[in-house]
Every structure is written in structure tokens, then in C-alpha cells.
């Protein structure tokens, strides 16, 4: 394959360069951090909102939303943990927690024994005073402020954000947890987490985005930068659940995995009016392995636009990309999959799966993949499944006494164990299990009238 | 009235008749063999008992345990005591055996049942089907050789613990020691159960560990011949289409 189609080219379509990778080419160029918000905030105000397009028949747009009525709220800081976010992230052992309601962290607690061993947990406004040189090195480093109108807005924008060092050859046993919820329509939140795993790290990283019911619109535009140094590891998950609310989420995420280092990073998106993420995990330096997860499970009148990238800038690296979805009711997902093999990144090996179940005739699941490879000695390949409920298999349990919704609920649980079991952690393996048990009963009616459709 | 009570069934699927009038009766701790050739419609009248959702019921009707099943849901079926052992058992991805087992129980019965009583229930299934421990982590079916499948089922209809149970082919891709061990574990839950059981097969050996009181033939859709175990050996020596001309001329 030529080379050019490996990298974002100038002057192609604005569709193009949305569903292109990011490949490192961050905003972060010794500007301060008012500089950056400066010209993100011109970038912003001069762009349209941003519509994506693939394939000719896919597109997600922000045409409904009302972008000019959505105001960052502050909430007060010693406000507490909303419910909604307490029920999340569970009682549990952790390394540290922070929360951020609207506009505002409204806690953030370490372990001691952590904090005295430096590692560091704080509102990322809070870092870029206190710790200068860190937030330098990281911010922006593979984020862009000028890729879309939305992306802009976060750079322009954030406030509160999360901050995580994790210092070099310290190794944590529980996960370190971060909340950003929102609990007022009319609102925009602006969602900033950089977090640090330093060579020789190993750490556990979970990022809840959760809401309850929100009357009127909202938006969440969220940035996420993980960066591992040599050696280091890390599990990260995301859970998204935005409710019922007409909550729109619009987000980059980007993990950039150094040399010898190793991330699983499992995204589990289950709930949301029209959710578009751009995740990317990248292989940056030689040795640097990844295992990219990701679920999702939308209903009713649910739109998911997800652009999953497995990027590999340097070889010998390896990857795994592993997706499984459901769909009910009149919801719409699209998963497209990017493997991206840069020149030079020889010895890749990289293996690229999308399964995805319909469980409704109006439902519809687009999985995508792709690959760009600029290498010759490498190996990047995808397969995947769309399939659809086995009804032998659900008379074969109902025989034995499951009734049919009993029946359906062990086969969509199924369908996801593989990537549930890998989160290894029982709390959110639980809340993920539960999470789409409540969804397959508020489908019920619309599982069974397809069956009876069939 | 007989436990399982098959009146005058009449059977469709897709636009076409396949059983035409079957009359069957099962009771506990009576052991019925059904035989017949490919395609007779024996696996329909297996199916059509557990209430699949393929085949119509024109006519007739089916009563269990002093109720009307014939319109019952599958589970309901279950629930009240009926067990079929698939032809063809599919796999349930991502479940353990042990863990449809139990989820399988808990569905049955009113109160969920005690980790160690289930426990012992599983232990002694394991022990009569003579499979390894680790079997029951294994996932339900999944990747399991023809015979592994056929012990699953009954290792199910140990733990279950129906009062009917309907084995379909459930001899045929095992080999002969599997055989014996299968054959003796029904043989065995029918004398210490009373379980009563009808056996559909095309062979002789398994009525040997199961020794059958009475034995059906089913041709086109009906049941054209009953008596006892002798009847078996005489389908042997003489084939069905012996029977076919006789029960054809006798029409
Ligand atoms: N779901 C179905 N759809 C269409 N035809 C069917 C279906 N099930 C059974 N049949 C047809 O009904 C007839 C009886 O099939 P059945 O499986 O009951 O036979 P059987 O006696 O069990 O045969 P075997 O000994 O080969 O297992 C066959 O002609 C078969 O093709
Ligand atoms: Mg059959």
C-alpha cells in the first residue's frame, strides 16, 4: 500500500480527516497553557459543528444539538458524591478517587501510602500549577484542539480534570477511579483527564461518565490522555452510561503505550442519546504491546458512533482488538476499526475483531473494519461475526426450564463474557453484567416480536 | 390417566404434516422404546413435547402429569417435570455446565438451591456419567466431541431430576463403553427415581442396559406397531419395510 494513505493527508475532505488517526500529532509544542486555550478558543469559535461521514451511508451529526444554549455549571465543591456515581464505582478498595460534577471536582481522595510513595492525584487545573514540568511534558502531547469544532471546545474550555501520576516503579494494587457526571440539562461539561504511568509502573485506571435523568440537552466533550513510559502497565476501562437524558458525548481518547510497555484498555459504552468517540491506542516505541477490548449495548433511539484505532508508529509491537456489540429497539451503532501500520513499524503483528448481535428488526450494527499498513514484515488482519439471536439454542434452554427472557439474557451475557471476564475486577465486571441485564429487560417486548417476526 | 398422555397428535411445520395421529402413553417408572426410520417423525414428537416453537399442533393433545400441556410454554413444560435429551444439543457460548445447571435448577423451583446441595447433586451426576471433574467448568457443549455431548445431556438429566424423560438418539456417536456408561446411568435413575423414559433409537445395544416394557414403531407420522421387547428383535431380522407392507395391507 502507498504510503501516503497511512498518514492524515492536507487539503482531504473534513470527513477524512475526522476518521483519521491522530498518530501522535499533538497540539503540545512548548506553548503555555493559556496559549493553547487561546488558540483552541479561536479554532472553536471560528468551526462549524463537526459532521462525520463514512462509507457514503453513516453519518453522525450534531444537527439537533443546541450548542449556543449549553453553559459549563459549576457545582458547589463540597456538594459530595451524586448518587448516580456512588452506585458506579461501588464500595470498594480503591487507590484514589476523584469526582467531577458540571463544571467542578467535588472530590478527590489518594491513599495515603500512595501519596507518600509520589504518586499524584488531583484536579488537573490543580497539576498545571503544582506540577509545571509534568503537566509540560504530557499536555496535548497526542491531542489536537483543531481537528473538530467540539475537540476545540474541550482545549478551549475544560475545567476541574483529572490528573494521575503514577512515578516510575511504583506498582498499585487497586484501581484508581475517576468519575465525571452531570446533573442538569442546559449544560456542557468539558472533561479533561491526563494521566502518567512512569517506566516500570503498573497501575489499574477506570473512568466512569455517568448521569441519571437529565431533563433538556447536555453535552459531554471529553479529552482522555494516558501516556505509559518504558516497561510500564496498565488495565484501563472506561464505563459510559448517560441515561435516558438527551445527554450527547462527544469525546477523544488516546492511550500511547512506550517502549516495552503494555495497556488492555476496555471501553464499555452502555448508554447514551448520541455518543461519537474516537479512541486510539498507540504503539510508540519498540516492544510496545496492547490489547484493545471494547463493548457496547445501545437502545431505543440510541446513536453510537465509535472510530477505534489500533496504531502502530514503531515495531516490533503487537495488538489485539477485540469488539462485541448489541443493538435494540431503533438504535444505531457503527464500530469502525482502523488498524494503522506506520513506515518502519516492521514486525507488527496485529489481529482486528468485530462481533456484533442484532436483537431488533429496526436495529442496526455497522462494524467497519480497515487497515492501512505502510510496512512490509508485519501482519494485520480482521475478521468478525454479525449475528442474530439462536433460537435453537433458546428453545434448547427453555427446555430446561429458563423462560425465554431467561433464555436471551444468558445468551447476550455470553455473547459479551469473553470481554466482561478480561476486565478482571469483579466490582466492574458486576456493574457491566447488570448494566446490560437492564437493558435486555426493557427490551423484551421488542426481543420477542422479533423472534415471532423470524 | 398415565402421566404423559399423547391423544390422536397431529403435527405440522412448514405447510407440511408430519405426525398424523399419535396416541402415546408414558408413566412413571415405565421404560417405552419408539423406533422407526429416518424421517418417520420421531424427533418431532420429542420436539413437539417440550413445545418447539417449528411445529404446529392441528390436532390432538398432550397432557403431563394430569394437565393440558398442550399449549404450555417450553419452560412450563420443563418446570412441570418433562426432560428431553437432544438429537443434536447446541452449544450455549460463554456457560459452564455447572453454571446452566444451576441457573437451570433455580429456575425450576420456588427457593434457589444451596451451593453445597447443589454441589453434592453435581458430584454424584459426575460420578454416574464417569466424566472428569473439570467437565462441568467446561463451556455447555462448546467444542464438545458427538459423545461428550450425549453424556452432557444425561449428566443434566442427573442433576435435574424430571419425572419423564425423552432421549433422542441418545446412544447413537457414543462408543461402546460410553454406551454402557450412559445406558446404566438411565438404568439407574429409573430404579432408584422411577423415572420413567422414552427411548427413541434405531439400535438394539442400549435396550440392552435399558430393558424397554414396551416398544412403539413409528412410520409416516403414526404408530403403526406395539408390543414388547421382542418387538425389537423382530424389527431386526425384518426391517421396516416388512412392517410397512403389513401395517400398509392391514390398512
Ligand atoms: N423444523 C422442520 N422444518 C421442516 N421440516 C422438518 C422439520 N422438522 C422435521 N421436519 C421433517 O419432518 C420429517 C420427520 O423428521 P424427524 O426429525 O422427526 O424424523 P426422525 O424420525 O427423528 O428421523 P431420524 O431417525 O433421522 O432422526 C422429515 O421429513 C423432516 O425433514
Ligand atoms: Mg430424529
Known amino acids: 500500500m502507498p504510503e501516503d494513505r497511512a498518514r492524515p493527508k492536507p487539503g482531504t475532505s473534513r470527513e477524512a480527516t475526522l476518521n483519521h488517526a491522530l498518530a501522535g500529532a499533538g497540539a503540545a509544542d512548548g506553548r503555555s497553557l493559556e496559549e493553547l486555550r487561546e488558540a483552541a478558543l479561536a479554532f472553536y469559535e471560528a468551526a462549524e459543528p463537526p459532521v462525520w461521514r463514512r462509507s457514503g451511508f453513516w453519518t453522525t451529526s450534531l444537527r439537533d444539538l443546541d450548542l449556543a444554549s449549553l453553559e459549563p455549571r459549576h457545582a458547589d465543591p463540597q456538594a459530595g458524591i451524586p448518587a448516580v456515581v456512588a452506585e458506579a464505582i461501588g464500595e470498594r478498595p480503591r487507590g484514589g478517587l476523584l469526582v467531577q460534577r458540571g463544571a467542578t471536582v467535588v472530590h478527590c481522595q489518594l491513599d495515603e501510602g500512595l501519596a507518600a510513595a509520589g504518586v499524584v492525584l488531583c484536579p488537573l487545573e490543580q497539576a498545571a500549577r503544582e506540577h509545571p514540568e509534568l503537566f509540560a511534558r504530557y499536555y496535548l502531547r497526542s491531542l489536537t484542539y483543531d481537528r473538530d469544532k467540539l475537540e476545540a471546545a474541550n482545549a478551549a474550555l475544560w475545567s476541574g480534570g483529572a490528573f494521575l501520576y503514577v512515578p516510575d516503579g511504583v506498582r498499585v494494587e487497586h484501581p484508581f477511579q475517576l468519575a465525571y457526571t452531570i446533573d442538569a440539562g442546559q449544560s456542557a461539561q468539558y472533561a479533561h483527564t491526563l494521566a502518567i504511568g512512569g517506566a516500570g509502573a503498573e497501575f489499574r485506571l477506570q473512568e466512569y461518565d455517568v448521569a441519571g435523568p437529565i431533563e433538556g440537552q447536555a453535552l459531554h466533550a471529553g479529552a482522555f490522555e494516558l501516556y505509559l513510559e518504558d516497561g510500564a502497565r496498565c488495565r484501563l476501562a472506561h464505563y459510559s452510561d448517560w441515561g435516558p437524558g438527551e445527554v450527547f458525548d462527544v469525546s477523544k481518547a488516546v492511550v500511547s503505550v512506550g517502549r516495552d510497555a503494555y495497556c488492555h484498555w476496555l471501553p464499555a459504552l452502555l448508554g447514551g442519546h448520541l455518543t461519537r468517540q474516537h479512541l486510539e491506542l498507540a504503539v510508540r516505541e519498540p516492544g510496545g504491546d496492547m490489547a484493545f477490548r471494547g463493548l457496547f449495548f445501545t437502545e431505543g433511539t440510541e446513536h453510537l458512533d465509535l472510530f477505534g484505532v489500533d496504531l502502530h508508529e514503531t515495531g516490533p509491537s503487537g495488538g489485539d482488538v477485540h469488539w462485541r456489540g448489541a443493538a435494540t429497539g431503533h438504535s444505531r451503532a457503527s464500530f469502525e476499526g482502523l488498524i494503522q501500520i506506520a513506515p518502519g513499524a516492521q514486525q507488527t503483528h496485529t489481529y482486528l475483531q468485530i462481533h456484533s448481535m442484532m436483537l431488533s428488526p429496526e436495529a442496526k450494527i455497522d462494524a467497519i473494519p480497515s487497515v492501512l499498513v505502510a510496512a512490509d514484515d508485519v501482519s494485520a488482519s480482521h475478521g468478525g461475526t454479525v449475528g442474530e439471536l439462536d433460537e435453537t439454542a433458546i428453545f434448547y434452554m427453555q427446555s430446561r426450564g429458563l423462560t425465554r427472557p431467561q433464555a436471551v439474557r444468558v445468551i447476550i451475557e455470553g455473547f459479551f463474557e469473553p470481554l466482561i471476564g478480561e476486565l478482571e475486577d469483579e466490582a466492574l465486571e458486576e456493574l457491566v453484567r447488570e448494566r446490560i441485564a437492564g437493558k435486555l429487560q426493557a427490551a423484551e417486548d421488542d426481543i420477542r416480536a422479533y423472534a415471532a417476526s423470524r | ?251
Request: glycine residues 10%; proline residues 3%; charged residues 25%.
Open chain 2, 1 to 251: 390417566m398415565a402421566d404423559l398422555e399423547i391423544r390422536n397428535l397431529h403435527v405440522r411445520t412448514e405447510e407440511r404434516e408430519i405426525l398424523r395421529g399419535v396416541d402415546l402413553s408414558v408413566s412413571r417408572g415405565e421404560i417405552h422404546a419408539l423406533m422407526g426410520p429416518n424421517g418417520s417423525g420421531k424427533s418431532t414428537l420429542a420436539n413437539t413435547l417440550l413445545g418447539h416453537p417449528a411445529y404446529e399442533i392441528t390436532e390432538g393433545s398432550i397432557f403431563f402429569a394430569g394437565q393440558d400441556i398442550t399449549e404450555a410454554e417450553p419452560h412450563e413444560r420443563a418446570r412441570a417435570g418433562l426432560f428431553l435429551a437432544f438429537q443434536y444439543p447446541v452449544a450455549i457460548p460463554g456457560v459452564s455446565v455447572a453454571n446452566f445447571l444451576r441457573m437451570a435448577i433455580n429456575a425450576q423451583s420456588e427457593e434457589p438451591i444451596a451451593m453445597k446441595e447443589f454441589r453434592q447433586r453435581l458430584e454424584r451426576a459426575v460420578e454416574l456419567l464417569d466424566v472428569e471433574r473439570t467437565f462441568t467448568s467446561r463451556h455447555l457443549n462448546e467444542g464438545f466431541s458427538g459423545g461428550e455431548k450425549k453424556r452432557a445431556e444425561i449428566l443434566q438429566l442427573a442433576v435435574l431430576r424430571p419425572t419423564l424423560a425423552v432421549l433422542d438418539e441418545t446412544d447413537s456417536g457414543l462408543d461402546i463403553d460410553a454406551l454402557r456408561t450412559v445406558a446404566e446411568g438411565v438404568d439407574r435413575l429409573h430404579a432408584e427415581h422411577g423415572l420413567g423414559v422414552l427411548i427413541i433409537t434405531h439400535y438394539q445395544r442400549i435396550l440392552h442396559y435399558v430393558t424397554p416394557h414396551f416398544v412403539h414403531v413409528m412410520l409416516d407420522g403414526r404408530i403403526v406397531l406395539e408390543g414388547g421387547v421382542e418387538l425389537v428383535e423382530r424389527l431386526e431380522r425384518e426391517g421396516y419395510d416388512q412392517i410397512r407392507q403389513e401395517v400398509g395391507a392391514g390398512a
